[in-house]
C-alpha cells in the first residue's frame, strides 16, 4: 500500500468525500412549521424529494441547506413540486437559507417576494392596480396629445415650405377619399333623409301644418344630418383605410425606413390625409345636405301634396347663412376628426397581422366616438351663440 502524498492531510480528505457525499433531504416538522433540509451533492440526482410528513397545513415552510454541497435544474424542479402546493394554501414559503441563485430561480418560480420584504397588503393590491390604471389612461391620453401636436408642427411646416410631403399625394388622397365617397354618401343620405322627411310630415299632417315639410327637412339636413352622416360614413370607409394602410407599412417596417431616410413620417403619410378630408369634408357635406333636401321634396311633393314650386320657395327661406355655416364648420370637423383617428390608430399600431386588424376596429369606434362627442359640445355652443 502506497503512503499518501506529503501534504495531503487525512482531513483533506474527508472534506472531499463530504463534498462528494450522496444527496440526502427530511422533513422536519417543528409546531406548525415545516422544514425541509438537504445536504450532499444534488448535481445529476433526478429522484424525487420525500414526501411531507403528515396532511396538516403548515403556516411557515423554511428550506435548510446548510450541508448543501452543490445543485443543478433537477433540484429546482423538486423544489418547486413540492413547495408550489403549500405556497398556493397560503403557507408562507422562506428562501433565505439556499443559495443566493437557487434562491432567485425559486422565488421567480414561485412568484414569491424578493427575500426580506412582505407581501402587500389588500388595500395596497387595490390602491396600486388603480394608479397602473390611471397611469395607462394618462399614457394614452398623452400619447393622443402628442400626436396632435406632431400635426399641428408638420402643418405649420407645409405652410413654411419645409415639408415632407408631396402634392402628389395630396391630390391621390383627394380622388380616393372624395369621387369615390360619393355613392355611399349620396346612398346614406338619401335613406336617412326620406326617413326624416316622412316622420317629420307625418307629424305635421296632424295639425294640417304640411307646408313646414321644407323648413323641417332643409333646417334639420343642412345644419346637423349631412355632416353627422358624412362623418359616420368617412369614419366606415376612409379613417378604417388609413389605419389599415398605416399599420401595415408599420408592421413591414416602411415608417422605420421613412425615418431613417430622414423623410418625416407625420409629414409624408399623416398630413396628406388631414389636408385631403380637410378639403373634402364640406364638399361631402354639401353634396349630402342637397341629396337630403332633395328627397325632402320628393316626399313632400309626392305623398303629402304640396306644390313643387311652394317646396322650393320655403327651402330657400330656411336655408339661412348661418345654417349653412354651421353645417359646413361641423362636416369639416368631422371629417378631420376622422382622418386623426385612422391616422393615430395606424401610427400606433403593433407590428403584426392582428395588431392592424385591432388599429382599424380602433380607428372606426374612436372616430365615431369623437364625432358624437364634439357633435354634442357644437351644438350647445352654437346655440348659446344664437348662431
Given at each position: 500500500?502506497?503512503?499518501?502524498?506529503?501534504?495531503?492531510?487525512?482531513?483533506?480528505?474527508?472534506?472531499?468525500?463530504?463534498?462528494?457525499?450522496?444527496?440526502?433531504?427530511?422533513?422536519l416538522q417543528?409546531?406548525?412549521?415545516?422544514?425541509?433540509?438537504?445536504?450532499?451533492?444534488?448535481?445529476?440526482?433526478?429522484?424525487?424529494?420525500?414526501?411531507?410528513?403528515?396532511?396538516?397545513?403548515?403556516?411557515?415552510?423554511?428550506?435548510?441547506?446548510?450541508?448543501?454541497?452543490?445543485?443543478?435544474?433537477?433540484?429546482?424542479?423538486?423544489?418547486?413540486?413540492?413547495?408550489?402546493?403549500?405556497?398556493?394554501?397560503?403557507?408562507?414559503?422562506?428562501?433565505?437559507?439556499?443559495?443566493?441563485?437557487?434562491?432567485?430561480?425559486?422565488?421567480?418560480?414561485?412568484?414569491?417576494?424578493?427575500?426580506?420584504?412582505?407581501?402587500?397588503?389588500p388595500?395596497?393590491?387595490?390602491?396600486?392596480?388603480?394608479?397602473?390604471?390611471?397611469?395607462?389612461?394618462?399614457?394614452?391620453?398623452?400619447?393622443?396629445?402628442?400626436?396632435?401636436?406632431?400635426?399641428?408642427?408638420?402643418?405649420?411646416?407645409?405652410?413654411?415650405?419645409?415639408?415632407?410631403?408631396?402634392?402628389?399625394?395630396?391630390?391621390?388622397?383627394?380622388?380616393?377619399?372624395?369621387?369615390?365617397?360619393?355613392?355611399?354618401v349620396?346612398?346614406?343620405?338619401?335613406?336617412?333623409?326620406?326617413?326624416?322627411?316622412?316622420?317629420?310630415?307625418?307629424?305635421?299632417q296632424?295639425?294640417?301644418?304640411?307646408?313646414?315639410?321644407?323648413?323641417?327637412?332643409?333646417?334639420?339636413?343642412?345644419?346637423?344630418?349631412?355632416?353627422?352622416?358624412?362623418?359616420?360614413?368617412?369614419?366606415?370607409?376612409?379613417?378604417?383605410?388609413?389605419?389599415?394602410?398605416?399599420?401595415?407599412?408599420?408592421?413591414?417596417?416602411?415608417?422605420?425606413?421613412?425615418?431613417?431616410?430622414?423623410?418625416?413620417?407625420?409629414?409624408?403619410l399623416?398630413?396628406?390625409?388631414?389636408?385631403?378630408?380637410?378639403i373634402?369634408?364640406?364638399?361631402?357635406?354639401?353634396f349630402?345636405a342637397?341629396?337630403?333636401?332633395?328627397?325632402?321634396?320628393?316626399?313632400?311633393?309626392?305623398?303629402?301634396?304640396?306644390?313643387?314650386l311652394?317646396?322650393?320657395?320655403?327651402?330657400?327661406?330656411?336655408?339661412?347663412?348661418?345654417?349653412?355655416?354651421?353645417?359646413?364648420?361641423?362636416?369639416?370637423?368631422?371629417?378631420?376628426l376622422?382622418?386623426l383617428?385612422?391616422?393615430?390608430?395606424?401610427?400606433?399600431?403593433?407590428?403584426?397581422?392582428?395588431?392592424?386588424?385591432?388599429?382599424?376596429?380602433?380607428?372606426?369606434?374612436q372616430?365615431?366616438?369623437?364625432?358624437?362627442?364634439?357633435?354634442?359640445?357644437?351644438?350647445?355652443?352654437?346655440?348659446?351663440?344664437?348662431?
Amino acid at each position: 500500500m502506497r503512503d499518501a502524498p506529503s501534504g495531503y492531510a487525512l482531513s483533506d480528505t474527508m472534506e472531499v468525500h463530504d463534498k462528494t457525499q450522496a444527496p440526502d433531504a427530511r422533513w422536519l416538522q417543528d409546531g406548525d412549521d415545516w422544514v425541509l433540509e438537504l445536504s450532499g451533492d444534488w448535481r445529476g440526482h433526478r429522484a424525487a424529494l420525500p414526501d411531507r410528513p403528515s396532511n396538516d397545513e403548515p403556516r411557515n415552510v423554511r428550506v435548510n441547506a446548510a450541508g448543501l454541497a452543490s445543485w443543478d435544474a433537477a433540484l429546482v424542479s423538486s423544489l418547486w413540486h413540492q413547495l408550489e402546493p403549500l405556497q398556493r394554501r397560503d403557507a408562507s414559503v422562506v428562501l433565505q437559507e439556499l443559495p443566493d441563485g437557487l434562491q432567485q430561480i425559486l422565488a421567480l418560480a414561485l412568484e414569491s417576494p424578493p427575500p426580506g420584504s412582505t407581501a402587500p397588503a389588500p388595500q395596497s393590491t387595490r390602491v396600486a392596480r388603480v394608479g397602473a390604471r390611471v397611469t395607462a389612461w394618462w399614457a394614452l391620453r398623452r400619447k393622443t396629445l402628442t400626436f396632435f401636436g406632431e400635426v399641428l408642427l408638420s402643418l405649420g411646416r407645409w405652410l413654411r415650405g419645409r415639408s415632407d410631403m408631396r402634392l402628389s399625394d395630396l391630390a391621390w388622397q383627394i380622388e380616393q377619399t372624395g369621387p369615390r365617397s360619393l355613392p355611399i354618401v349620396a346612398l346614406v343620405c338619401f335613406l336617412v333623409g326620406l326617413i326624416v322627411a316622412y316622420m317629420g310630415a307625418a307629424q305635421l299632417q296632424r295639425f294640417g301644418a304640411q307646408n313646414y315639410i321644407a323648413d323641417l327637412v332643409t333646417v334639420g339636413v343642412v345644419r346637423e344630418v349631412a355632416a353627422l352622416l358624412v362623418g359616420i360614413v368617412l369614419a366606415g370607409r376612409v379613417g378604417a383605410a388609413f389605419a389599415a394602410q398605416i399599420g401595415s407599412m408599420r408592421a413591414n417596417e416602411e415608417v422605420d425606413a421613412l425615418a431613417t431616410m430622414g423623410v418625416n413620417p407625420i409629414d409624408f403619410l399623416v398630413l396628406p390625409r388631414v389636408l385631403a378630408l380637410l378639403i373634402i369634408g364640406p364638399l361631402l357635406t354639401a353634396f349630402g345636405a342637397a341629396v337630403g333636401m332633395a328627397v325632402g321634396w320628393l316626399v313632400a311633393v309626392g305623398i303629402y301634396g304640396v306644390t313643387p314650386l311652394e317646396y322650393v320657395y320655403a327651402s330657400m327661406q330656411a336655408l339661412t347663412l348661418p345654417h349653412v355655416v354651421v353645417g359646413l364648420i361641423k362636416g369639416t370637423t368631422y371629417s378631420v376628426l376622422v382622418a386623426l383617428a385612422g391616422c393615430l390608430q395606424g401610427m400606433s399600431a403593433g407590428r403584426s397581422a392582428q395588431a392592424v386588424g385591432d388599429a382599424t376596429t380602433a380607428s372606426v369606434v374612436q372616430a365615431i366616438v369623437w364625432i358624437v362627442v364634439v357633435a354634442s359640445a357644437l351644438t350647445v355652443v352654437f346655440q348659446r351663440l344664437n348662431y
